[in-house]
Nanobody, 123 residues
Framework: QVQLVESGGGSVQAGGSLRLSCAAS????????MAWFRQAPGKEREGVAS???????SYADSVKGRFTISQDNARNTLYLQMNNLKPEDTAMYYC?????????????????WGQGTQVTVSS
């Protein structure tokens, strides 16, 4: 069974940085995609960034140039480096894993989800 555990959330001022981590255990498969999603109160969940088995990445327009997704296969860990944070980035951030290589930012294609880590950005 795949388990995902996020960490690294917190409270920062606008312009600050945070790095989220997602520790994965269990076997996802060779054709996988991993991603970060977020959900703010009263809003729908949105895809933030994804990375495939061949390290192909995709980003939501709202975070391009500010966020970077990466993975350390040796440590089975997914990261999200978030720079120049804005108040509108405030949300619960979730790590997710899919057995579909091209899942991208389509949340419905992700089978495994973490419990989330809260990010709060104050102005």
């Amino acid at each position: 069974q795949v388990q995902l555990v996020e960490s690294g959330g917190g409270s920062v001022q606008a312009g600050g940085s945070l790095r989220l981590s997602c520790a994965a255990s269990g076997y996802i498969g060779s054709n996988y995609c991993m991603a970060w999603f977020r959900q703010a109160p009263g809003k729908e969940r949105e895809g933030v960034a994804s990375i495939g088995a061949e390290r192909t990445t995709s980003y939501a327009d709202s975070v391009k140039g500010r966020f970077t997704i990466s993975q350390d296969n040796a440590r089975n860990t997914l990261y999200l480096q978030m720079n120049n944070l804005k108040p509108e980035d405030t949300a619960m951030y979730y790590c997710a894993a899919s057995q579909i290589a091209g899942a991208g930012l389509m949340g419905g294609w992700y089978k495994y989800w973490g419990q989330g880590t809260q990010v709060t950005v104050s102005s």
